[in-house]
């Protein structure tokens, strides 16, 4: 039973506005998730993070917002850029655990 | 970038063969993992190091090995290579766990024919 699921697993926006994908979580232990991106015969890049103290952290074009009670977050991208295009992982980890639990990914299109 | 390299990038192995995956690390972090990526499965989690000698099973452990002899090195081994194992297999290091981003290699794409 998957820990961490990202039920979209395709997204397409237009070039210039709001892209929003998102992840929920079923263990309550998780305290400190993630966001990755990933291109095409590429390892995963590290995007942003979010610890459960928090609800919001901001990167510049980059949001992530946690809802705790909801085991639910997401990343916002404002303005979205072709560039962006990819395959996007959310992952979690217990603030006293030793390995991360990625959800299958959600590959975003943002077309011109 | 965070230095890690992984190798090989591209290995064609035969059915029952075994295979060692290899990934080093310059940046002295403590946690090393071994992923494997399919599609609509995500990364998993094969196996673990919290340091030198020091292993975990992850989960999707059945059929491979791992070792880890210095801190920068962290083996993973295919003991008798099959179908199922073909892949891309991701190796990540991490500073301190629960904390802290992972930071990934490029990846090995191994095919078992």
């Known amino acids: 039973d998957q820990q961490v699921k990202q039920n979209s697993p395709s997204l397409s926006v237009q070039e210039g506005r709001i892209s929003i994908l998102n992840c929920d979580y079923t263990?309550?232990?998780?305290?400190?998730f993630l966001w990755y991106k990933k291109y095409p015969a590429e390892g995963p890049t590290f995007l942003i993070s979010?610890?459960?103290?928090?609800d919001k952290n901001e990167d510049g074009r980059f949001t992530v917002f946690l809802n705790k009670s909801a085991k639910h977050l997401s990343l916002h991208i404002v303005p979205s850029q072709p560039g962006d295009s990819a395959v996007y992982f959310c992952?979690?980890?217990?603030?006293?655990?030793?390995?991360?639990?990625f959800g299958p990914g959600t590959r975003l299109s943002v077309l011109p | 970038d965070a230095g890690i390299t992984q190798s090989p990038r591209h290995k064609v192995t035969e059915t029952g063969t075994p295979v060692t995956l290899r990934c080093h690390q310059t940046?002295?972090?403590?946690?090393m993992y071994w992923y494997r990526q399919d599609p609509g499965h995500g990364l998993r989690l094969i196996h673990y190091?919290?340091?030198?000698?020091?292993?975990d099973k992850g989960e999707v452990s059945d059929g491979y090995s791992v070792s880890r002899s210095k801190t920068e090195d962290f083996l993973l081994t295919l003991e008798s290579a099959t179908s199922s194992q073909t892949s891309v297999y991701f190796c990540?290091?991490?500073?301190?766990?629960?904390?802290?981003?992972?930071?990934f290699g490029q990846g090995t794409r191994l095919t078992v024919v």
């Open positions: 990540a290091i991490s500073e301190a766990g629960g904390t802290t981003e992972a930071f």
């Open positions: 263990n309550s232990m998780f305290d400190y």
């Open positions: 979010i610890s459960s103290i928090k």
């Open positions: 992952a979690a980890i217990a603030i006293d655990g030793q390995n991360f639990v």
């Open positions: 940046e002295n972090h403590r946690y």
């Open positions: 190091s919290y340091g030198v000698k020091d292993t």
